[in-house]
């Protein structure tokens, strides 16, 4: 996918690109809990774009770094375009400067075309299972966790207790996610203000 084609509201995007600048983080508080956010300017060959990273995203990126965008959305504030990973996308470094540009494009244009084609096209994570199951001399039927899965599994087991801990809803995970976009509205305001 290519910069210029983003559109605001628009979700599943996969985009590789390289960090061109990157804005000092900003701190804050939810739900009395602390916060970072950071705006970081990408490109590819066909334009720029902000990218907005939470949290530990912040410490991963560098100046120079070729990044994929996976399952990205692109939201707008102030008429200008935002790329986000949200809380289902993912973001993977894939090195430093061109050299990796015409191999992750490949990888990414090869992805595309197979999906296009109506292949089944597997993500790392399933890769990776299909791999260790491969390896295996005997599939007995039991699911390898995914890197992904062995994450949710520890978020879940540590939410499990009789202290009375309250796990969110849907409707309290949405209004979690519109008040994360309010202050995701306000750091870039605060920022403009900055400037």
Do not use: C
Request: glycine share 8%.
């Amino acid at each position: 996918m290519a910069i210029k084609d983003l559109q605001a509201k628009q979700g599943n995007v996969d985009v590789v690109a390289e960090v061109v600048d990157i804005s000092p983080p900003r701190e804050f508080q939810k739900f009395g809990k602390p916060g970072r956010v950071a705006n970081v300017t990408i490109k590819d060959e066909t334009g720029e774009i902000k990218l907005t990273l939470w949290n530990d995203e912040v410490d991963k990126i560098k100046k120079g770094q070729k990044i994929h965008i996976e399952n990205g959305y692109v939201n707008e504030w102030q008429g200008e375009k935002q790329l986000t990973t949200g809380r289902f996308g993912k973001l993977e470094i894939l090195g430093e400067g061109a050299e990796t540009t015409d191999e992750a494009t490949e990888d990414l244009l090869l992805h595309d075309r197979k999906k296009d084609e109506g292949e089944q096209v597997l993500t790392k994570d399933e890769q990776e299972e299909s791999e260790l199951l491969d390896d295996k001399e005997s599939d007995e039927g039991e699911h390898i966790l995914t890197e992904d899965e062995k994450e949710e599994a520890e978020i879940l087991e540590e939410k499990k207790t009789d202290k009375g801990e309250h796990i969110l809803t849907e409707d309290e995970q949405k209004e979690g996610d519109l008040l994360h976009e309010e202050i995701e509205e306000e750091a870039v305001a605060d920022e403009e203000e900055d400037k």
